[in-house]
């Protein structure tokens, strides 16, 4: 091994590591899935037909062909618990692809069990089997939320090692020195995701330096990927940037690696776009990826708001004591009016009079002038925010730590001036400071809560809000907003980012 080769730190033990972290973590999740598919099967077994020993004819009726084949129901739930264990497999629901982050997983997990179920549905109407209903009602949906529960363990336990650096890929990067740097900064936002990046190829790369601003060595230039994966110990190389490098040259990178253990990544020049948006579609041997555009009228802007106005009425309709209370209590803390109304500008540059419960002094606007030339914001450029504001009232703060304060908003939901889920309602003063892409915001309504409440609020930057805004925007769902409303309660529990 060359002084160069030890300053990247190859060795053995870390190769076979990267190796092998695949099959153990798959291992995991093999011996669980079975544990948890098995004692789901038992209680359903054991719950409806108790220490008897059922049985259910397959071919014919016992009592009316004496050829039929009776199975007593342990056999039943022997199949169903290896066939439900191996579709999982074969569904790819452990493969290191879908593990760790995003949705995919709990998709797979949930596409392949239904299609197990069916698949049983299928076999007893095709040989007329009189299988009891009630036997699957109460395994399957007793199985699928442990399977979903003991997913979500596993992947909180492998998040918590990835931050240290273990059972993740180890990655090379190759491209050019702008895209390079921007993938490895954006991987390092999202430890979680898996990619532990230990090296890069730049086109003048020498092995005695380091990625601007980062501890990445540089492992060479471009020429020589083949020797800076033995040096680095890297099992996967993602290449940030093509022009560099000849599509003849990645196909040769493609034939080099050591199959199964060594993996080839393309990242395309598109950020901030949705799975879903994204199809490939090889013609002539090119892997074309079509993107769609994003559309924001017809059934889907129908499903929002039949969404919106649904839940606001029952939420209005459950925490009508806890409004009632709040109000009590903000009208006799401090002298003024209960709530807060302040003009927003909302869906396609439109403005609406946002409502709030009232947390700060009366001529808190007076104030703020004050308090901006003194520069103590501490949000960002365009958003005021500060710590400790002097204008939030002993109550309004408590109000502020929970969103309490917010959820008279649900009134503007009620009105159809804003969506439960969307970009933060932006003041027409922050408007004047956009810049033009950030106006696409404005495509939808804005939202009690988004991706800028779950994801930090105001400790976030400027940049990053705009950029939640403008994804939430472009790859809206309604898979999305349900799992944005999970988050949101997390998120106001921990009352992170909340001043």
């Known amino acids: 091994m060359t002084t160069d080769e030890r300053r990247l730190g190859s060795t053995p033990a870390v190769a076979a590591k990267a190796q092998n972290w695949r ?31 059922s049985s259910v004819s397959i071919v014919g009726n016992s009592t009316t ?14 199949l169903m618990i290896l066939g439900w264990v191996a579709v999982l497999g074969v569904y790819g629901s452990r493969e290191d692809r879908v593990i760790g982050t995003g949705t995919t997983e709990y998709r797979i997990v949930v596409d392949a069990s239904l299609r197990l179920f069916g698949i049983f549905a299928i076999i007893a109407f095709l040989f007329q089997i009189d299988f009891s209903r009630g036997f699957f009602v109460v395994a399957l949906p007793l199985g699928l939320a442990a399977l979903l529960i ?5 992947r909180r336990w492998l998040t918590r090692h990835r931050r240290k650096g273990d059972f993740s890929a180890q990655v090379l990067l190759v491209g050019s020195e702008v895209s390079v740097l921007h993938t490895a900064r954006e991987l390092a936002k999202h430890p979680e995701a898996g990619y532990n990046v230990v090296g890069a190829c730049v086109p003048s790369g020498k ?24 040096a680095t110990g890297a099992d996967t190389i993602v290449v940030t940037s093509s022009d560099e490098l000849s599509p003849d040259r990645i196909r040769e990178l493609s034939w080099s690696l050591e199959p199964g253990r060594q993996h080839l990544v393309v990242a395309p020049s598109l950020t901030d776009i949705g799975g879903p948006r994204i ?14 555009t994003p559309r924001y009228e017809g059934f889907k802007r129908y499903q929002k708001r039949f969404f919106d106005v649904v839940s606001s009425a029952l939420l209005l309709l459950a925490l009508s004591p806890v409004l009632i ?6 009208r006799l803390s401090t002298p003024g009016d ?16 946002m409502l709030k419960f009232r947390s700060m002094v009366t001529n808190a606007e007076d104030l703020l002038d004050a308090l901006q030339d003194e520069k103590r914001s501490e949000g960002n450029a365009v958003l005021f925010k500060m710590k400790d504001d002097p204008r939030v009232t002993p109550i309004g703060k408590i109000l502020r730590r929970y969103s309490l304060d917010e959820l008279p908003q649900l009134f503007n939901v009620l009105r159809g001036e804003m969506s439960l889920i969307g970009p933060r309602p ?20 804005p939202g009690i809560t988004g991706l800028w409440q779950v994801s930090g609020r105001s400790d976030l930057s400027w940049e990053d809000s705009v950029r939640l805004d403008l994804y939430y925007v472009e790859n809206w769902s309604m898979v999305g907003d349900l799992l944005i409303l999970l988050k949101t309660a997390r998120a106001v529990l921990g009352s992170s980012g909340a001043y």
């Open 279 to 292: 199809h490939t579609r090889p013609v002539a041997g090119l892997p074309l990826i079509h993107v769609e």
């Open 325 to 330: 209370g709040i109000a009590i209590i903000v």
């Open 23 to 53: 099959r153990q973590y798959a291992a995991r999740l093999r011996l669980t899935d079975l544990l948890i598919i098995t004692a789901a099967v038992v209680i359903a077994q054991l719950s409806w037909f108790g220490s008897s020993r």
């Open 65 to 78: 062909n004496p050829n039929s084949i009776v199975v007593n129901y342990s056999f039943i739930s022997i």
């Open 207 to 230: 092995i005695a330096d380091y990625l601007e601003g980062t501890s990445i060595p540089i492992a060479g230039n471009v020429g020589r990927v083949e020797a800076a994966l033995m």
């Open 426 to 445: 932006p003041l027409q003063r922050e408007v004047e400071l956009y810049e033009t892409h950030v106006h696409r915001r404005f495509l939808m309504k």
């Open 338 to 353: 209960i709530f807060f109304r302040q003009e927003r500008v909302g869906l396609n540059g439109s403005t609406f009079y």
């Open 150 to 154: 003991s997913r979500n363990v596993w």
